[in-house]
């Protein structure tokens, strides 16, 4: 079972941007897809973005042109850039990896711990 560490979240003022990152203790390059996803506090959790071994990728609506994944097989880690936080972005983010599946519908079996990011107004 792989495993996954995401890093970089942390306290940024609305408007901010950061820069999470998830290590994976394996090669990468055999999912088919990998994800993030965020939950805030009583709230159920939600797809942000996929990216899928080819390099394709899709957002939620929310974060179109705000949010950008990449993944760096040769270093087994997926980067999410979120630039121009809102308040409402406050939640833990999740790294997560399938095996099987294309991009949102990717079946997420490996998951991370989670990382908190939080958005100050």
């Known amino acids: 079972q792989v495993q996954l560490v995401e890093s970089g979240g942390g306290l940024v003022q609305a408007g901010g941007s950061l820069r999470l990152s998830c290590v994976a203790s394996g090669s990468i390059f055999s999912f088919s897809t990998m994800g993030w996803f965020r939950q805030a506090p009583g709230k159920q959790r939600e797809l942000v973005a996929t990216i899928r071994s080819g390099g394709s990728t899709n957002y939620a609506d929310s974060v179109k042109g705000r949010f950008f994944i990449s993944r760096d097989n040769a270093k087994n880690t997926v980067y999410l850039q979120m630039n121009n936080l809102k308040p409402e972005e406050t939640a833990v983010y999740y790294c997560?990896?399938?095996?099987?599946?294309w991009g949102p519908g990717a079946d997420f079996r490996s998951w991370g711990q989670g990382t908190q990011v939080t958005v100050s107004s």
């Open positions: 997560a990896a399938a095996r099987t599946g």
